[in-house]
């Protein structure tokens, strides 16, 4: 089992029983045990209905319709009507509370799991697809609905009616009995023949759609990148070979169960032959009535079907376990280390940011960054510049507690930021990406984020100072209510830039991280971008990934990263003056090479 971010497994296998996993889904069952308790008393009595129909024929038939007898027939067919229906009622119910308990279970579960996710470091979604990871919310969760609503509580039904059947066959007639259970054998063969199979199938039905879920998300998320370079084509042929995998998947399932079924029901022919040829002759004999043998054909029919049901509820066990497995294995990922419940920490405000010999790999061949050491005093603004691949934005990575460092602290006020308790620290430092994310979701609450903190003056003050207020209110269909597709797309790329401003500026956050876009843009859009950023920036501790000359030439210091270390520090002056790695992505910018 992999911890600190490994990557999913979507081949493991299950066991039909785990005590282990079975003991850590206990909890998830016990807020309903009630509920499922009611449901397993129901079963009991469904299954002791079944149990009763046959031997209430067989009075009908040796009391009253064999001697003539017409009087109690009436009594007996209401009887076995009131059978029915209770049968049908307890069926009625057993379902509802069963399913009902098993959706609230499945909405329990989720919930856990993606709270889960929601507190997990970067690094492991830089390492599990999100298609993936979808398919443990989705189709693992499922399946263990099934284990919870068809398997655990069912297979004790059928293990009662089984046993049941058993002691009416051999009350009935113990020779009989015996000759019934001659067929037994055939059954265990087919069976476990079936399992193992049906098994197989199983996994590569899970893997099947697991790969179909990851491969979707990933295409349909590089839709306008397929079709810019013409590779609907090859786009369309992979999808087609995953889609044949999943249908071969369930193909495989299908041809499986459309054996066993019928090989089941040929079984039972074969017992009710025997039956109807040692029964004859016992009937012929005088030593079993004709009631006890009619009553015997009809048990040994519901013989069959509790044992091929079960065979089928093996292999739900078997696949719960495995999507059990899978959702523990996420579960058991170490959450983020959010630090200390409660610190000794100095009130929010524009403080200072400061870096001590950090050293990072994102794995351990490559160091990305190499004893970096800096400090961004309170209110000032530091730039960061560099090539690609320099480390820049791993910088504000770490400094946001996305990743941690190999070696070295990173400090906020003075204080490690490993010291600061479970949210705390990302509401002292804002975010603004270049890498804008919007959600299908109103202007207001795209800038709120849904925080009740945030009420609508701020939302409007935001967006004012980010300069897309009058934009949204006088162009947008709605206005702040105006619901935005996905990831902002009917909006241009800079008016997604000030909207991300704007959410900056609703938050307040007195230390600002900017990773510049780098992205054209209209020269009116220029220019809003640059008012809403000095807006933006302004009284803040600002640590920048600077693309634009008119950043850098505002910045109080910059930092030139290169292949991980720092190499130059200093005002821009000082930099020029100095004619190494700045002058020379100076010149580059100036001449729109860079």
Not at 226 to 239: G, N, T
Not at 267 to 274: F, G, I, K
């Amino acid at each position: 089992m992999q911890l600190n971010g490994g990557s999913l497994e979507d081949e493991i296998k299950g066991r039909i029983y785990d005590h282990r996993l079975m003991k850590r889904l206990i909890p998830f069952l016990r807020p309903y045990r009630g509920p499922l308790g009611i449901a397993l008393l129901l079963i009991l009595a469904g299954a002791a209905f079944e149990l009763a129909f046959p031997y209430v024929t067989k009075i009908a038939i040796d009391t009253y319709i064999s001697k003539g007898i017409d009087s109690g027939l009436l009594r007996l067919s209401m009887v076995l009507i009131g059978i029915l229906v209770l049968q049908l009622i307890a069926g009625f119910l057993e379902t509802w509370l069963l399913q009902m308990s098993g959706q609230r279970i499945m909405r329990d579960m989720r919930n856990q799991l993606f709270d889960h996710l929601l507190h997990l470091e970067t690094r492991y979604f830089d390492r599990n697809p999100v298609g993936k990871t979808m398919t443990r919310l989705t189709s693992d969760v499922d399946a263990l609905n099934e284990l919870f609503t068809s398997g655990l509580i069912s297979i004790a039904g059928d293990l009662c009616t089984l046993l049941g059947i058993i002691v009416m066959l051999l009350y009935l007639n113990w020779q009989l009995a015996l000759v019934t259970f001659t067929v037994v054998p055939l059954i265990f063969i087919a069976t476990e023949i079936f399992r193992r199979k049906v098994r197989v199938s199983y996994r590569l039905i899970r893997a099947a759609v697991s790969n179909m879920n990851g491969f979707l998300q990933e295409y349909l998320t590089g839709m306008p990148v397929v079709q810019l370079f013409s590779q609907e084509r090859r786009a369309f042929d992979k999808f087609r070979a995953i889609n044949r995998q999943h249908l071969d998947a369930f193909q495989q399932t299908i041809f499986y169960y459309s054996v066993f079924y019928p090989m089941i029901e040929l079984v039972a022919a074969l017992a009710a032959a025997l039956i109807l040829l040692y029964g004859g002759f016992q009937v012929i004999g005088g030593v079993l009535t004709m009631g006890e043998m009619v009553a015997f054909l009809q048990y040994s029919r519901r013989f069959f079907h509790p044992i091929a049901d079960m065979s089928e509820k093996f292999n739900i066990f078997q696949s719960a376990m495995a999507a059990a497995e899978r959702i523990f294995t996420v579960l058991d990922v170490e959450r983020e280390n959010r630090g200390p419940a409660t610190a000794s920490l100095p009130p929010p405000g524009a403080a200072s940011i400061e870096f001590k010999n950090v050293s990072f790999s994102y794995n351990s061949e490559k160091p990305i960054l190499q004893d970096v050491s800096f400090r961004v005093g309170p209110g000032e603004r530091v730039a960061i510049v560099g090539a690609t691949g320099a480390g820049k934005s791993t910088i504000i990575n770490l400094l946001l507690r996305m990743y941690r460092p190999q070696s070295g602290r990173i400090l906020l006020d003075g204080i490690d930021i490993d010291s600061y308790p479970e949210g705390e620290l990302r509401r002292r430092i804002g975010l603004v990406s270049q890498d804008i994310f919007l959600f299908s979701d109103t202007i207001r609450a795209n800038v709120s984020l849904d925080n009740p903190e945030i009420g609508e003056e701020r939302v409007m003050d935001g967006c004012r100072g980010a300069f897309i207020h009058d934009f949204v209110a006088e162009e947008l269909p709605g206005g702040f209510g105006h619901k935005l597709a996905e990831r902002g797309a009917d909006l241009s790329q800079g008016q997604r830039q000030l909207l991300s401003f704007a959410r900056a500026l609703a938050y307040g956050h007195r230390v600002l991280v900017l990773d510049e876009a780098t992205s054209s843009v209209d020269v009116q859009t220029e220019r809003l971008i640059q008012r809403g950023l000095e807006t933006l920036l302004e009284g803040r501790t600002a640590l920048v990934i600077a693309h634009r000359l008119s950043t850098i030439e505002s910045a109080d210091r910059i930092i030139v990263l290169h292949k991980g270390r720092i190499r130059e520090e200093g005002t821009e002056a000082e930099l020029l003056e100095r004619q190494g790695l700045y002058y020379r992505f100076h010149i580059l910018q100036a001449a729109g090479v860079a």
